[in-house]
Every structure is written in C-alpha cells, then in structure tokens.
C-alpha cells in the first residue's frame, strides 16, 4: 500500500474521529460485495476477452443471449441484462459491422429491429463461452457443491426482489424527498 501524504492522513484522522457519524460496514454491506464482485469479474472478463478474441464484455453478454434465443431487440436485451438501450444499440451496432449478427425487421411488427446471430457470431462465443466456464469454476471452486446450489438458488430470489428494492427506493424518496420523484437525474438517458 502506497503511504498516504501527511495532510491526507490528518483528513483521515479527522473524518475517522468524527462523533456519531454514520457510515456503511464495508465488512458486511451486501451492495458493496455484489458491485466490487461484478466489477473485477466484468473487469477481468473483458480484458481477458479482447485479448484474446477482440471481443469486450458488453459484447459478450449481448452474444451470450443471442446464442439462447433465435432474435431479440435492443429493447428485450436492455430490460434482461439491465444495460442501458443506448449502450446495447451501440453494441449491437458493432456487432453487426464485424458480422456476429444480423439487425432485421420482426416479422410480426415490422417497426421493430430483430438481432440475431449469426455463425461467425456462434463460433466466437463457443470459444469465448470455454473461457467463461473456466473462470466460473474458478470463482465457485471455494465452495462445496451444496453452497454452490444455496448461492444460486439465493441469487434467483434476490433477482426476483429487485422490483421490491426499486418500490421501496421509490415510496422512501416519495416519503423523505419528495421533489425527487420529478428530477431528472445527470446524465440520464433521452431514450
């Protein structure tokens, strides 16, 4: 660890002494462990992934989908994988100009743009897609195999709860600041 220069450590000292300050458990704020973790995974992942097949993590989950299911818009995408329909529009594009998918009109509503993959597309996430394995393994490998179904099976119920969390985010904004409700927030979206 690199020292800390002597005024940040007297503003260090100063923030640790305050009386009476509330300040979040880093040792047991669930949010923290879930973003740190999905932060250096996502990190790690990407520039594993453009190393070796010039594919980022953005892509990668967008190929991961589109290898499940036959088409889907950028729409359907953003609201499983929770990724803003700016930056899967993007991504898509991209996809599209080195050929891992096509970009075509639904048949059923021809107003709506339908991406699927394409063979090039097939063949860059099964290589990808044996990397990805072994570093899940890798991940769960400290766990037995019975923590590891718990995990999952904890995971798919907090999955569920997140429109709970957004409520409750909701109704205490609504409670405690109440102007919120009509902000914009920075930086947000038009779309």
């Known amino acids: ?17 305050a009386p009476n300050a509330s300040v979040v458990d880093l040792d047991s704020y669930v ?11 996502s990190g790690g992942a990407s520039s594993a992934y453009l ?8 892509m990668w989950r967008l190929l ?3 290898a499940i299911e036959k088409g889907l818009t950028a729409q359907s995408i953003s609201r499983t994988i929770g990724m803003d329909k700016a930056s899967v529009s993007r991504a898509l594009k991209a996809m599209q100009a080195r050929g891992l998918i096509i970009i075509s009109l639904d048949d059923s509503d021809g107003r709506l743009r339908v991406a699927s993959i394409t063979p090039k597309g097939r063949a860059v996430h099964d290589k ?5 394995l072994e ?8 766990l037995d195999a019975q923590e590891r179904e ?19 985010t909701n109704d ?7 102007k919120a409700r009509s902000r914009r927030p920075r930086g947000a979206s038009t779309e």
Do not use: C
Request: aromatic share 8%; hydrophobic share 55%; proline share 4%.
């Open 1 to 17: 660890m690199s020292k800390l220069s002597t005024s940040s450590a007297a503003k260090l000292k100063s923030i640790e002494a």
């Open 31 to 41: 949010p923290a462990f879930f973003t740190w973790i999905a932060n250096k995974l």
């Open 51 to 58: 190393r070796a097949f010039d594919v980022g993590i953005e």
């Open 64 to 66: 991961v989908l589109l």
């Open 128 to 132: 990808i897609l044996e990397l990805a």
């Open 135 to 142: 570093r899940e393994r890798a991940l769960l490998s400290v």
């Open 150 to 168: 718990t995990l999952i099976h904890l995971l798919h119920r907090l999955h569920d709860n997140l429109p709970a969390v957004e409520q409750a």
């Open 172 to 178: 205490f904004l609504d409670l405690h600041y109440p």
